[in-house]
């Protein structure tokens, strides 16, 4: 097992410097730069910018630039932001947390819903509810997130005045209801995507699993339909499922772009869009880096998780 | 508390000199921009006010940036800064100095500035307090200038302060400065420069002080709060502050990135104040019949234009300039695109700003004529409509950044007016992080769409934009991108800027209109106007177009209901 850790672990550090190298090179060669935006407001000219990036040591060679920033990374220093100068790790740990309530609630939701509808729809396989279902699931997969965004703060916030139209929490007030009023609209906009995913992965998955000769065995022997379901059934076809829970770890702590920029959600998403908009390189490089750890650990995490779920997988065994 | 009497007789800059002292339009505009900064005049006497309750959440589209003041910056931020520091004064809405921490604007006539232009003295009030409860002295101001002279700090544009030869303190709440040469436009530059304090400063070893930077210590009537990043900072009432203490106690600038939700929240009252930048066009009616709402047309110092790049076979003819400058339907573009908000621009400065020439020509629109002119100048149609002279096709690019669909919408009319007089426009649109980059500075476009302010910090001397000196593809400084050259134009430009008296520097900039908008290096298209809107009940709003964010003066802001 600790074998099998170590070698997982030089994988990812060599994936990790791959990742980060590939990233550093693709950001700093495209056109732009982080101060070139000021040129736009009218205060500063180039010949400011061509101070200030002498002041940030933008203008020294790129492998340069690439080994400071990593050796500064591997010393703990993740860099400033160029936008408000505040460490890259205060921005990302700023914006984690409510990319984390936003993502986990909605993918909980998400998984409770479409895993049950999942489930109905493999045991009562090309029935009207199963049907009913699969087009369902089309539907919220064709409906854009952000024309979807849109249509329920109109009607929720602008015309009922049931609930925010955006923002994580009324500032001033902050209590748990508070907060809770301004994640359900943009959880359940998150959601319903994810809902018809997870039921298309759910219902293939159990389709796969009671059609096997053990499900046959055990029906035949009078085992009550709700025991197969639950024990034998579901337990198999959960096993599929943790990979994509494992791989969607990532997404949990990137964010949404769309919903956050419509509902004004102070999360990863958002700051990933302005800091590539404005060539924030060192928050853009923060932020996959982070990302990058997760998904090694999210894969791992899964791996592991598989052993547990399946004692016949016996994780490092060749 | 400095008595209005006292400013008015004192209030004045090197361009308003010949004002009288007792001008009673000038001593009004002072005492509505003291009273809009909260800069009363008899607090002190006045009954002691109630404490500061409640809030204001105002809604930007740009995030604040960075909270020195001195650095590089946004619209947004400077709206922060109003709050939470002061500068020496500042500029109304009308256009005139009024002093803030200084006791009066220096100029030659109340001697603050010598008769040679380069000797200056500033006086400063003595009832100022830092957020921390430290007295201001001059050495705090002596010490905002050096920072922006040093070489390490990351100042935001030192043009200015390079023309400063010397400073020294006369006295704990005096300091003088000399110049190197005269330079009117000083006057304007430091009515936007706030100054930091030297006792938290220049006990950092990083001139740059990331520490100062999130959390901030100022002079100002808030005090810093606290700050969540991609979403607000907040600021609360300074009860040491030396103008009239805010009513409201705090103010929040929150970053709603996305336009329309921004309306939206204004709509469901979740925002109090839309600014920058500001609502949609297209949401203009409704937003004005909205019940508990007020919006406000704000004129911005911007001008929506297409800079040309004189350097295109085709665009070095005037002749060809004027021609397209005719070609333009102008008024369809501010109704159809703009919704009837903006007036058509004929010039570099606004309606509105001292030194606008109201005697400037209209920009006219006669396709006809247009098409006569290129007729006469041997420009001749060819096969595929566009016309073609020695070889060359009037055709060129146009670009501006991606996704603003109002310029898009006005880039297609332009192309269409252009198209019925033989002319091609071919659209070519970017990322802003391309646009401002080698593509604007190497003058790489052949022509732009955008909305640039000419002037900095309102000063009508454009050196920087239209000299020929301020070329960045030839002297990598300037911004004067379209290449544009006039020895006539450089001439008056260099007297302004070391005329201090007003009328004569309002006659100087006359004739740099007319000069520029007769070479037309850039077409005008209108004067840039921002919808802006607070909640019926909150009272004090006030454009300001010297001002980058029309927060400048929210901390006179008050409910009424």
Redesign the interface.
Known sequence: MSRYLLSRLLQALLLLWLVSMIAFAILHLAPGGPLSQFLATGTLGPEDIERLMAQYGLNRPLPLQYLDWAGNLLSGDWGRSYRDDLPVLTKIGMHVGPTLELMISSTLLAMLIGGMIGILGAVRRYSFFDHLATIGAMVALSIPTFWFGLAVIYVFSVNLGWLPAGGRETIGDGSVLDRMQHLMLPCIVLALVSTAVWSRYMRSSMLDVINQDYIRTARSKGVAPVRILIHHALRNALLPMITITGLHVSTLLSGALVTETVFTWPGMGRLFLDSVGNRDYPVVMGMLMFTACMVLLGSLLADLLYSVADPRIKVGVQ | MTDHKNNSSSIGHPGLGNLTRRDAMFAGAAAFAAGSLGLAVSARAAAPAAKPTG?A?LGFSQ??????PL?????VDQGVWWNLFSPLWLIDARGNFVPVLAKSVPTLENGGISADGLSWRVELRNDVKWHDGKPLTAEDVRYSIGLMKNP?F??????AFDMIASVAVEGTHVITWKLKEPYAPLTSTLSWTFIVPSHVLSQDPDP?S?KF??APVGTGPYRFVSR?????V?LEANPGYFGTVPVVN?L?F?????L??MY??F??G?IDFVGLAGIPANFYKEASALRGRRVYPAARSAVENLTLNLAHPALADKAVRKALNMAIDRQSICDIVYYGLPKPANSFLVPGHWAYNASLPKSEYDPKKAAAMLDQLGWVKGADGIRVKNGVRLSFTNSTVTGNQLREQTQQLIADDFKKIGVEMLIKNM???????????NSEFDSLM?A???T?ASDPDVT?RFGSG?I?KET????NVSLYKNAGVDTLLARGRQEYNLAKRKEIYAKVQELIMDDLPFLPLFNLVEVEGTKAGLDGYAGNVNA?SNAWNAASWRWTA
């Open positions: 809030q959440i995030e604040v940036t960075v909270l020195h650095m590089t910056s946004n619209e390490a990351r100042a935001r544009n030192r043009t740059n990331p930077a999130a969540k990043t991609g979403d607000y907040m705090r929040i929150k970053y709603v990135p996305d329309n939700a939206t929240q709509k469901t979740e990322v802003a992080a391309v646009l401002w980059a080698d593509f604007w500075r955008t640039p302010t000419y900095i920087h301020a960045p990598k400084s300037g911004s980058l």
